[in-house]
């Protein structure tokens, strides 16, 4: 069956960029799903990040835009994520997530475990 | 704090019947957009409970239930015969039409068994 795996470093510095990847295995990331990042920060809720489809197309957390890139790797069956200026407030565990088209949303039938993200000097 | 509002906490004995309620606006739920439901234990990812405001993914008991009013822009999360291993934090999640559209989350709330 097709699961989904994090991979990054568990430490940013304060300012620098986070960087993550999901690995799809057991299927194909250019079938008819979107794939998203999700993140949690400790003890809070759930925070939908951007998700992107296999043709590319984008889609963004209007809040975190202007510092986050979603990228896909079709030839490594992965995706990406990328999060700039990143600050304490970073620190969350950030999961990829499968998405099915539903009438104008998304549902998240399938994540990974989550990967803990810790920005700190 | 989240677009789309739950209660923090709810509590119930075995075999009772509880709601958790999820509060959107015109934006979103009162849009029609539909809602899922996830479950979460402690320290392990989310689990889609519900999709499509009342639909239950294969292996999820029929205990679990759900319904949308677009009017009221609120929809609800039912859990009938109250289980022990019901404890977890459910959250409602949509999809919001403002600021170029995006998908939320409910704030989530944590169902304690007593």
């Known amino acids: 069956q097709v699961q989904l795996q994090e991979s990054g470093p568990g430490l940013v510095k304060p300012s620098g960029t986070l960087s993550l990847t999901c690995a799809v295995s057991g299927g194909s990331i250019g079938s008819n799903n979107w794939w998203s990042w999700v993140r949690q920060s400790p003890g809070k809720g759930l925070e939908w990040i951007a998700e992107i489809y296999h043709s590319g197309s984008t889609n963004y957390n209007p809040s975190l835009k202007s510092r986050v890139t979603i990228s896909i790797d079709k030839s490594k069956n992965q995706f990406s994520l990328r999060l700039t200026s990143v600050t304490a407030a970073d620190t969350a565990v950030f999961y990829c997530?499968?998405?099915?088209?539903?009438?104008?949303?998304?549902?998240?039938?399938?994540w990974g475990r989550g990967t803990l993200v810790s920005v700190s000097s | 704090q989240s677009v789309l509002t739950q209660p923090p906490s709810l509590s119930g004995a075995p075999g009772q019947r509880l709601t958790i309620s999820c509060t959107g606006s015109s934006s979103n739920i009162g849009a029609g957009y539909d809602v899922h439901w996830y479950q979460q234990f402690p320290g392990t990812a989310p689990k889609l409970l519900i999709y499509?405001?009342?639909?239950?993914p294969s292996g999820v008991p029929d205990r679990f239930s759900a319904s949308k009013s677009a009017t009221s822009g609120t929809a609800s999360l039912a859990i009938a015969g109250l289980q022990a291993d019901d404890e977890a934090v459910y959250y409602c999640q949509s999809y919001d039409s403002s600021l170029r559209g995006w998908e939320i989350f409910g704030g989530g709330t944590k169902l304690t068994v007593l």
């Open positions: 997530a499968r998405g099915v088209a539903a009438a104008g949303s998304r549902y998240f039938d399938l």
């Open positions: 499509e405001n009342n639909n239950r």
